[in-house]
């Protein structure tokens, strides 16, 4: 799964990287690096149209009704979603629609994996702070500083009379060859080539096969990391730096 990731580009990496329009600088208004984002929290999407958007990660299914955890911008009722599997996505009940509707790409430059076995269902909603007898890794793309994620998007309205919020879950797959050692399943990281395809039409099985193929064809850097990681609220360049 992929619990965690950092985003460290800039905002005009961002646009060059990603061609989005001048319309998307109002969204990207206060980017700063983020090296350890977590679930619940705001990440950026780009939708169809290369549109910039603000998503909540933790994706709740539209029928969800209204209502919130006391404290929390959870749903009283129903569950939130980080992940959600390829090999599922198109049949399950809570990510068929937004797999099917609203697909979009999530700039990441790393994510961080907790070695040792992970005792949680498919599709786990998360928790927040891994064991602390597991070492975080940072997986790193080689050559590249930004790169695209595989996200569905849903709207969820958490109050009566409010606006829909824009969640979000990150789509994983079996792990590359490279990196299975440490854990089964990784985020799929879209190859550039892609990207416009994935924000277009949604993949029947031999484009899975095909996706897949080319995801485990990418090269990776792989680093020990502190363990400072497993508390979201640390920040930093520090997150990543060599144990």
Known sequence: MCGRFGLYASAEQLEARFDLEASARPTMEGH???YNIAPSQAILGILAGRELRSLRWGL???STPP?????????AKGREWINARMETVAQKAAFRTAFATRRCLVPASGYFEWEGEEHAAPDEPFRLTP????RPHWHALDGESVFAFAGIVSEWIPEEGQDPVETCALLTAPAAPA???LHHRMPV???RPWEDEWLERAPDASRWRALVADLH?????TTVVSDSVNSPRNEGARLIEPR
């Open 32 to 34: 700063k690096p983020r």
């Open 67 to 75: 209502g919130v955890r006391p404290g929390r911008t959870a749903p």
């Open 179 to 181: 990196l299975s050692a």
């Open 217 to 221: 064809a990418l090269s990776w850097t």
């Open 131 to 134: 064991p602390s007898a597991r």
């Open 60 to 62: 709740v299914p539209e």
């Open 189 to 191: 990281v879209l190859p």
